[in-house]
């Protein structure tokens, strides 16, 4: 068949940012951005555009990582190791998949036969800290992990342009 059979050619644009593509584990550990003592998160996608981000969160403790909710829907991967939520009575090992409703409150944990704990999340618009009354303590979002990347990025060396590779 010719091109005039088959009828004309669809341009496609080459006006777009290039695609990602990191190694799972990362050779270089400063890549691992400090979140809270024992929590790490390496980003993997910052979506200035549309509020989403990726990363993989790292824990090395047993207990609370945290109580939140997001205002947007989140999903997860258990990489490695196991958590639950306090709320619910399933628990997220190595190869679970876990869908986080809008709205839902919940309190990550890490049980105490966990050495490591390494998830990926993909995560629509905004992280809420709450106290244990529901009160907002703090949020997390793409602009604010931006910074914090950044700022890390800046004291181990790599550079605050480091994390330019992982904004779109």
């Known amino acids: 068949m010719t091109t005039d059979e088959l009828g004309p050619l669809v341009p496609v644009s080459t006006d777009y940012p290039p695609e990602i593509a990191v190694p ?3 050779e270089d550990p400063r890549v691992w951005v400090p ?3 024992d929590v790490w998160f390496r980003p993997l996608l910052l979506n200035t555009v549309t509020g989403q981000w ?3 969160l790292r824990v090395t403790k047993a207990g609370i990582v945290s109580r939140h909710r997001h205002p947007g829907a989140v999903v997860g991967y ?3 190791g196991t958590w639950q939520y306090d709320e619910h009575d399933w628990v997220a090992d190595q190869g679970s998949f876990v869908y986080e ?3 839902e409150i919940h309190t990550l944990r890490v049980p105490e036969h966990c050495t ?3 998830t990926f999340f993909n995560i629509l618009g905004a992280m809420i800290y709450l106290d244990e009354d529901g009160h907002q303590v703090g949020y997390e979002d793409t602009f604010t992990k931006i910074d914090m990347c950044r ?3 800046t004291a181990n060396g ?4 480091y994390v330019t590779q992982f904004i779109r």
Do not use: S, T
């Not at 790599?158 to 342009?161: E, F, M, P, T, V």
């Open 35 to 37: 979140q809270a003592p």
């Open 116 to 118: 490591e704990m390494v």
């Open 78 to 80: 258990v990489v490695r």
């Open 151 to 153: 700022a890390h990025y």
């Open 54 to 56: 990726c990363n993989l």
């Open 24 to 26: 799972a584990e990362p």
């Open 158 to 161: 790599l550079g605050a342009d």
């Open 101 to 103: 409703p809008p709205g």
